[in-house]
């Protein structure tokens, strides 16, 4: 098993910044892909970012590519999600999820911080 709690969520401006952050205990950390998703009201969740085991390799979505930064620390056992630029269209849960380097299932899931972006 491995246990999510993110943080860092909150309201800020259009064009302001926050960063998130992921607390993962359990199993090795190190052993596990990680990403973030998102979900705003009436709609599905989706996916916002994803990194590799080592952080040698990252993905975003096309939505938040160049605006968002994440990034992850396994000795500290966090992944953080900076994100720059905010819109208002940004505002949903933000959910941290984890997935074994081998499957990149996400099978493990935080329980999500709001994060909204007033106009």
């Known amino acids: 098993q491995v246990q999510l709690v993110e943080s860092g969520g909150g309201l800020v401006q259009a064009g302001g910044s926050l960063r998130l952050s992921c607390a993962a205990s359990?199993?090795?950390?190190?052993?596990?892909?990680m990403g973030w998703f998102r979900q705003a009201p009436g709609k599905e969740r989706e996916f916002v970012a994803a990194?590799?085991?080592?952080?040698?390799?990252?993905y975003y979505a096309d939505s938040v590519k160049g605006r968002f930064t994440i990034s992850r620390d396994n000795a500290k056992n966090l992944v953080y999600l900076q994100m720059s630029s905010l819109k208002p269209e940004d505002t949903a849960v933000y959910y941290c999820?984890?997935?074994?380097?081998?499957?990149?299932?996400?099978?493990?899931w935080g329980q999500g911080t709001q994060v909204t972006v007033s106009s």
């Open positions: 359990g199993r090795t950390f190190s052993n596990y892909a």
């Open positions: 990194i590799s085991w080592s952080g040698g390799s990252t």
């Open positions: 999820a984890a997935a074994p380097s081998t499957t990149w299932k996400y099978n493990y």
